[in-house]
């Protein structure tokens, strides 16, 4: 990728065959301002089907991942001043940005600092991998201020599971770093920023030797066996592993393990 567009609400930084995207606007807590939605999707999708990004890390500059949906924002929708279509409209942006995030076919890490709330705390949902510090808030704070955590619900419960994501949602509890990890949304734990970035590099590295096409095929097989019956998911899963079977990654990544050497696409350490 070689764009050079500068953006406001966001800062994209390229490290090689990475990808780390910042949220930045820490003097208003990084929000799911319209600025940022919409920065954000773009950046997603210039690099969607772009095979030398190999994995993409979400982080917010100032200490701070995502303060969750813009609150100005919200106040103007409820006081009377939006048609029932502009509040349709901007729940439904939110959405079609969850499920970009969601359907992102590299490596995504969200890397979490300071707090990351309702719409925040959604948008980390829907990473491949959660890194968080030990003192890093969390809650789904949208029943507390009359709202529900409409959009976001769906990949909570991916991650969570049901019955935990229920209990955060309906008493939009707050709790750390280190009950995310027991609840299984953070993956690891961190005591602070420099342990943050070790543990990113240790993904990292894991991730550049996997083969790009593979991680892409595996991410696109998950998120198809959701909504299968059985049999559906035998017939699916077995398309995609021969898609996977005739790839060039495959030879390769075969042939490279009887070779005793490393494939192509691994990355030297």
Not at 90 to 110: K, R, W, Y
């Amino acid at each position: 990728m070689t764009s050079t567009k500068q953006y406001s609400a966001i800062e994209l930084e390229h490290d090689e065959q990475w990808l780390t995207i910042w949220f930045n606007q820490p003097q208003i807590r990084n929000p799911l301002t319209d600025a940022m939605r919409l920065e954000l999707t773009e950046a997603l999708e210039k690099v969607r089907d772009d095979r030398r990004i190999r994995g993409i890390t979400l982080r917010g500059r100032g200490g701070i991942f995502c303060a969750g949906g813009d609150l100005k924002s919200f106040r103007a929708l409820a006081s009377g001043e939006a048609s029932r279509d502009s509040i349709l409209s901007m729940s439904t942006e939110i959405g079609d940005l969850l499920a970009t995030v969601n359907t992102m076919p590299q490596a995504l890490i969200a890397v979490v600092e300071g707090a990351a709330m309702a719409g925040g705390f959604g948008l980390a949902c829907c990473a491949d991998v959660v890194i968080c510090q030990r003192s890093a808030k969390f809650a789904m704070t949208e029943t507390a201020i009359g709202l529900s955590p409409a959009q976001i619900a769906p990949y909570a419960v991916q991650k969570l599971g049901y019955a935990t994501a229920r209990r955060l949602m309906v008493t939009a509890a707050r709790f750390t770093g280190v009950e995310a990890h027991e609840y299984g949304f953070a993956d690891f734990v961190a005591e602070d920023a420099e342990r943050l970035q070790a543990e990113e590099l240790s993904i990292r590295q894991s991730v550049l030797q996997c083969a790009p096409g593979a991680i892409a095929d595996t991410k696109r097989l998950l998120h198809g066996l959701q909504s299968l019956d059985r049999q559906s998911v035998v017939e699916f899963a077995a398309v995609n592993f021969a898609d996977r079977v005739e790839s060039g990654e495959a030879l390769e990544g075969i042939s490279a393990f009887f070779d005793k050497r490393k494939p192509s696409w691994a990355a030297q350490q």
